[in-house]
């Protein structure tokens, strides 16, 4: 059964620093890798999507990589901001069929002012 | 905004009644899936469909149920609620192309007493 580990499990840190959140699988075998963020009591948004074929993908500040062989996905965020806090997850979809989503539990960050 | 919707947004029911939630969307998307939140378990996928008519069970479907009549509409019944259903329940789309990512709805906040 495919585990999706997100280290940490929270972060604080001072307002533009960069830093990187990590998550990591325990099967290779995936079709794609999705980045979520999720604010208190609301739904999830999705911020970057990585396909199995693929190494990287970058939007503006945001930067997610992907390593299938060692099994592992990073999130850059570069010179955060307040608003950048939320709980950051990841998510894999193992086949291109119908399969839904397996979730790693989040990393809880807050960027302070 | 992956046009989606869920209601109710909030429900507060008792053990024992039957509760049916509802997610519509407008875009004509083929697969659509069900997921509840807890805090120290993640998301989870409940049920999932591929077509009108055609569902299957996700990671923790015991207890549920699902209905898809029409492309728009995948409805999620607990036939008979208990207290281990209280959730936040989100519904998913997912699109057929640009690597195939899930977008989700705002959530249905649910407690049973």
């Known amino acids: 059964k495919q585990e999706v580990t997100q280290i940490p499990a929270a972060l604080s840190v001072p307002e533009g620093e960069n830093l990187v959140l990590n998550c990591s699988f325990t099967?290779?075998?995936?079709?794609?890798l999705q980045w979520f963020r999720q604010d208190p009591g609301k739904g999830l948004t999705s911020l970057l999507l990585i396909q199995s074929s693929q190494r990287e993908q970058t939007s503006g500040r945001l930067n997610a990589s992907l390593d299938k062989s060692s099994g592992r996905s990073t999130l850059y965020i570069a010179a955060s901001q307040p608003g950048d806090s939320a709980t950051y997850l990841c998510?894999?979809?193992?086949?291109?069929?119908?399969?839904?989503?397996?979730f790693g539990k989040g990393t809880h960050l807050i960027i302070q002012p | 905004d992956a046009g989606i919707t869920q209601s109710p947004r909030h429900k507060v029911t008792e053990t024992g009644t039957p509760v049916t939630l509802r997610c519509h969307q407008t875009e004509n998307h083929r697969y659509m899936y069900w997921y509840r939140q807890d805090p120290g378990h993640g998301l989870r996928l409940i049920h999932y469909?591929?077509?009108?008519?055609?569902?299957d069970k996700g990671e923790v479907s015991d207890g549920y149920s699902v209905s898809r009549s029409k492309t728009e509409d995948f409805l999620l019944t607990l036939e008979s609620a208990t207290s281990s259903q209280t959730s936040v329940y989100f519904c998913a789309i997912r699109v057929t192309s640009g690597g195939m990512g899930q977008y989700f709805g705002p959530g249905t906040r649910l407690t049973v007493l």
């Open positions: 099967d290779s075998a995936i079709y794609n």
């Open positions: 469909s591929y077509g009108v008519k055609d569902t």
């Open positions: 998510a894999l979809m193992l086949g291109g069929g119908a399969d839904g989503l397996t």
